[in-house]
């Protein structure tokens, strides 16, 4: 009879130890002190790139309670953006066990389909599967919220499935519920896209890209244009007829000429660009220094640069690089006198490039090309010549 006793005792004590051995929650220390709050200001700071704050706001909203769901999303996905995958499947899991309502469960699958998209080339390699599967949760949990459906969009735009990925984001835009402007900025780039048809892997790759760089540029130009092929179909061949003396033929002294363009040696792009140094597109030359620079993000005023020479060089037609200089300039953001101006008027009066805001007319030469928009201005370009 004592033997039971104490052994209930010892259950007891066991019991509050582990209790005291588990996480305990902070007193919070002003009004607005709460896991909400502070979860709320998470995600803002995470949106513009803050991680650390952010990280300090859903560590907070842990400490003030250590059951408290979102709190671990947001952990997860802030591990996420740093690429430690197995810290931010860890949070997602607490997050899992500890949701409270459909609300938090919905938040916590659409945690896991985050992450499986940002970590798709690390993780597993059946990624879309996985957020499918989270997707499926989350709409069984409520089946009109926004957010599973946009990020589900997202998935099938990594995974090149155009069609589908419209069709979430339109569903996002029906319901009207939040993530509108997300979802038609995503749809609009989708449309470019499917309008652009990329025909190759490498531009399927770099339609997805917010910003395409020199050597993305050079890949687009021989794999979606084909422009190697175009040129020489273009141009009549030389022949050099005139008399060889033989002895010129072997030189005293041989020497190593330096290549056009040294820094692309191990370039995965090396062919492409090495296609379109050959051809000497204005605007994708070496430098001086026989520096290609493949990783330099591309301005709207040099893509269009660009393309003003590859019709010149195409069409033969010289008269386009003087045909708007001392013409007003339609655009409130380019004067005239400067020396992309033609450039832009040729590609936006020829509808291969759009101005950047249809309502001011804004080109914005100095901000990036998006991968969408380079693929789109070349099936144009490509349909033109």
Excluded at 15 to 30: K, M, N, R, T, Y
Excluded at 294 to 319: H, Q, V
Aim: charged residues 25%; positive net charge; proline residues 5%.
């Amino acid at each position: 009879m004592v033997s039971r006793k104490l052994f209930f005792v010892i259950v007891g004590l066991c019991i509050l130890f582990l209790s005291a051995c588990g996480p305990q929650a902070v007193a919070p220390e002003a009004e607005f002190d709460t896991p909400a709050h502070h979860v709320k200001n998470g995600h803002k700071l995470l949106k513009s790139g803050k991680l650390d704050a952010a990280f300090r706001e859903f560590n907070r909203a842990k400490e003030l309670d250590p059951k408290y769901s979102p709190a671990y999303v947001g952990l997860g996905l802030v591990y996420g953006v740093r690429d430690e995958f197995d810290n931010g499947f860890k949070a997602m899991k607490t997050a899992q066990r500890y949701a409270d309502g459909k609300e938090q469960k919905v938040a916590f699958n659409v945690g896991y389909m985050r992450l499986y998209i940002k970590g798709r080339e690390k993780v597993k390699k059946n990624w879309l599967k996985e957020v499918n599967t989270r997707f499926n949760y989350a709409i069984r949990y409520i089946p009109d919220l926004p957010a599973p459906y946009f990020y589900m969009g997202v998935a099938y735009k990594n995974s090149y499935k155009f069609q589908k990925a419209a069709a979430n984001f339109t569903k996002v835009l029906e319901l009207d519920k939040g993530f509108v402007k997300e979802a038609d900025t995503e749809y609009a780039i989708v449309q470019k896209i499917q309008r652009a048809m990329p025909g190759s892997v490498v531009g399927k790759k770099i339609a997805l890209l917010e910003k395409i760089t020199r050597a993305d540029a050079a890949a687009l130009f021989i794999e979606e244009l084909e422009i190697d092929t175009l040129f020489k179909k273009r141009t009549p061949k030389k022949y050099d007829t005139a008399f060889q003396d033989p002895t010129k033929k072997f030189a005293a002294g041989e020497y190593v000429k330096t290549p056009p363009a040294t820094d692309i040696e191990d370039h995965v792009l090396k062919a492409d660009i090495d296609a379109v140094i050959a051809i000497g597109i204005k605007g994708l030359q070496p430098g001086p220094d026989h520096t290609f620079e493949p990783g330099k993000i591309i301005t709207r005023a040099e893509f269009a640069m660009m393309i003003e020479d590859i019709l010149i060089k195409i069409s033969g037609d010289d008269s386009l690089a003087t045909k708007f200089i001392g013409s007003a300039s339609p655009f409130p953001d380019v004067r005239n006198d400067l020396p992309f101006f033609n450039a832009a008027m040729v590609c936006t009066t020829r509808n291969i490039l759009e101005t950047k805001d249809a309502a001011t007319g804004e080109f914005a030469p100095m901000e990036p090309v998006s991968g969408a928009e380079a693929l789109l201005s070349i099936r144009i370009l490509k349909t033109q010549l």
